[in-house]
Each structure stands twice: as C-alpha cells, then as structure tokens.
C-alpha cells in the first residue's frame, strides 16, 4: 500500500524554516539574435523582406497594401464600405480557383490565408509548412492578379457585414472609439474604421471590382516572409510569383493626421448605461524620434503594465475599474497616447479625477530609478517576447515597414532602451503626461453623470 500523498501550499512552498523563501535574481535579458535578411524591392515595386527564424518548420507571409482613401477629401465617399466587402471575398474565388480549391490547396499544406482592412492598409496574412511556401504565393499570385467576386459570395458576404456592423455599433468600446475618433480627426479617413451599414448593402459587385483593380497594387507595397528558409531562396521564389502583379500608380497611403491638441473632455449621452468609457488621448512620439525610447518608458509607468501607476491607483487601491490602460498608437508621419478606462457610472467622474492625478503627478513626481528600470526590463522582455516566434515577428516586420522601418530599427531597440536615463523620462513626462496635454471621451449615462462631472470642470456636457 502506498503512503499518502500530502500537498503543501504556495505559501508553505515559499518559506523555509529561515524565513520566505529568496527569489532567484532575474536573468540577463538576451537581444534578438543575428538575423539573417534580404531587403529588396522587385521591378513592379514591391518591397520584400526576407527573414530566416528556424525555430520550427514553418513560414509566415504578411502583404500590407496601403490602401487609403483617395477621395478623402469629397463628402459622400463610399471607400470604407467597398474595401470592407472587398476585404470580406477577396479570398472567395478566382479565375481558376473556387473557395473550396483556395481553402483545400491551402489545408493540404498546412496553411492558411485571410484578408484584413483598415484605413491604413489592406493586409494579408498566411503561415504553411515550409515545403508549402510556393502553394501560398500561388494562390496569393492568383487572388491578387485575378480575384472574381463571384456574385453569390458577394450577396452573401455583404448580407454578414451589415449584420455585423449593426451589431458591433451596439458595443460600447466600439461607440467609444468611434467618438474618440470624431473627437480627434473630425472627418478625416482614419476616424471611419467601420462603415455605416447602409453603405455595405449598397454595394455591388461591379464596384467591387473597380477598387480592386485601382487600390490593390504592388508598387508602394511590403511582403514580409519570415520562418526556416534561405532568404534569398524565399526572395526568388516570392519574384517567381508576384513578378508579374502589376498595376498603374501606386498604392494610396493614409493622409497625415491632425495633431492631437489638448482640451476638454466629451460627454457622450449614452442613455441607460450603467458603465461609462473614459478615453483620452495625447500627443505621441513616432518610433523614429530620438525621444521615444524615453516616452515608452514613461508612458509603461503611466498605465502601460500592470504594475503602473495608474493601475495601482484606480483598480488596486480604488476599485473603480478592473481593467486600465496606456498605449501609443502610431499612424504614417504621427503618433498618440491613449488612456483607456471602463468604470461604474457612480464612480466614473472619481477614476477621471485620479487618471488626471496619475498624468500630473508623473511630471511633477518623476519615476524613480527603480520604476524606469522595471518598465525597461518590461519594455525589453515584451519585445523579445512578442516577436519570438516567426507569427510575431513577421507582423511586427510588416507593421515597422509600413511606418517606413526595417529590421534595423528592431534590432537596435533593445539598446536604446537600455541607454535611456532617468533624467530622459522626467523630461517627456513633464511634456507628454501634462493633464492638459490630453482631450478625449467619455461615454455613458449624462443624466446620472453630468451633476459629478460638472463640478469636476474639464468636461463638455450635451
């Protein structure tokens, strides 16, 4: 007969009969290794890297295709909507390839293939086994030089996207983005993430069509191939495929933003609610400038992990909210700070009030060597982290290359991090985290909001 198992705690784990047991030291934080890359662009103007990761037998493909508005400027435009329909059965079928073949060519390498649009750009992602990477250019080739639209898939496609979109305009974090954006860019493109629905059912296959035709173009375009490949092997094999992709012009980028300026807050009436959404934004740095390792940095002491100031204040002491956050959004040629915050109503105008505190007080009380190391060593680990495996590595790629990027940029930024200095962050603290710097959003019930918030100051009530 066996002797009973017995099972001790995590707290009886961690003390020994001298007191808790020591944690080890944390571990050196290793870069990114040497990676072995191709970086060319083809003679249709498509840009391509190439990276060798040989982790697993695998390889990923991203395509980013700018795909900006170029009737930006005229009222009325129809471009959301196309290039969500567009986006939705661009995979649908081809000359030579029905759904099912695209799908079953696919599967039969291990593969996959899906189209995703934005206001930025078009993208296409993909991932094979290795010995599969010329069936995916193959069928890449093949839907991007001659996709069909078959008109059932269209109809059918179409009648899920308006469907969708009804229901996504019901959320809340949605109705919150949606007025930030207004907020910030009024009616520039970029704060049109989602058509309206009545726009998608209007859309017909002929129209279709024409966007693709004018919009989906190599020149100005990046493919990213990442995984166990010789990349000049992977280069050859992408010309071999994609050669022939051509087009007139060149892929429409996004137009330059408006700069984000700071000033009141927004109330948005959202009648019976009884969670609110608080949104603002601030002025950012893009990757580029000399200053932004230092504003990453603060900004991860903001709000940016869980052991930030901001989260410490109003979800660990407070309890206002149970999920806070900071983060930078970057754009072609611009960038912003975002805070996010869903609270109960009755505690909403308290948790903006200490978000306000927490903006000020990280200028005006700078971090401490040891919060600036703690958010380097975050900022660092995350970064490795993400991009380790070929998935996050290659869409990490495509996104730096569609900010105008390289892999350089990647490589190097460990050690930028590691050279920023106290100093450094107090100074882009005191600039970037001014409560004055920061507009933005709140969305909920103004009947139940508007006595707190009136009295708090800083606030435009409907």
């Not at 009222?75 to 661009?90: I, M």
């Amino acid at each position: 007969m066996s002797a009973p198992t017995t099972h001790r705690s995590a707290e009886e784990i961690g003390r020994t009969e001298q007191g808790p047991r020591p944690l080890p030291e944390l571990g050196e934080q290793r870069a990114a290794v040497d990676l072995s890359t191709v970086d060319t662009v083809l003679g249709n103007g498509l840009r391509v890297i190439a990276v060798r990761r040989s982790s697993v037998p695998l390889v990923e493909v991203r395509l980013r295709i700018p795909f900006g508005d170029p009737a930006a400027s005229s009222t009325g435009s129809t471009h959301a909507a196309r290039a969500e329909l567009l986006a939705s059965t661009v995979l649908t079928g081809t000359a030579t390839r029905s759904r099912v073949d695209v799908d079953t060519e696919l599967a039969l390498v291990g593969g996959e293939l899906d189209a995703v649009v934005d206001p930025e750009r078009l993208a296409f992602s993909g991932n094979a086994l290795v010995s599969g990477l010329d069936t995916v250019l193959d069928v890449l080739k093949d839907v991007l030089t001659g996709a069909s639209y078959p008109a059932e898939e269209i109809e059918r496609e179409r009648a899920r996207l308006v469907e969708r979109i009804r229901l996504a305009r019901s959320q809340p974090n949605v109705i919150a983005r949606e007025a930030l954006q207004r907020h910030l860019y009024g009616d520039h493109p970029f704060a049109k993430e989602m058509p309206e629905a009545e726009e998608v059912a209007a859309i017909g296959r002929d129209e279709v069509l024409a966007l693709h035709a004018s919009a989906v173009l190599p020149r100005g375009s990046v493919l990213v191939v990442v995984g166990d490949i010789e990349p000049d092997a992977a280069v050859r094999a992408v010309e071999g495929a994609l050669g022939g992709w051509t087009g007139e012009g060149t892929a429409v980028s996004l137009s330059p933003l408006p700069e984000v300026r700071g000033g009141d807050v927004l109330l948005v009436h959202r009648p019976g609610a009884v969670q609110s959404q608080i949104r603002l934004a601030g002025r950012g740095l893009v990757r580029t400038d000399p200053r932004y390792p230092a504003l990453q940095i603060a900004n991860l002491v903001f709000g940016g992990f869980f052991s930030s100031r901001l989260v410490e204040n109003i979800r660990e002491d407070k309890g206002y909210t149970y999920s806070a956050r900071s983060h930078p959004e970057f754009t072609p040629e611009s960038a912003a700070v975002l805070v996010d915050a869903d609270t109960a109503s009755e505690v909403t105008a308290a948790a903006l009030l200490e978000t306000r505190y927490e903006l000020g007080r990280l200028g005006l009380v700078p971090p401490s060597e040891s919060e600036v190391d703690t958010a380097r060593r975050y900022a660092i680990g995350s970064l490795l982290t993400a991009t380790s495996s070929q998935g996050g590595l290659a869409s990490f790629l495509v996104n730096l290359a569609g900010l105008g990027l390289d892999i350089e940029w990647f490589t190097g930024h460990p050690a930028r991090l590691e050279a920023v200095t106290v100093e450094q962050v107090a100074e882009v603290a005191l600039e970037f985290f001014a409560p004055s710097s920061f507009t933005g959003v709140l969305v909920g019930d103004a009947d139940l909001l508007a006595p707190q918030l009136r009295s708090l100051g800083g606030v435009s009530l409907p």
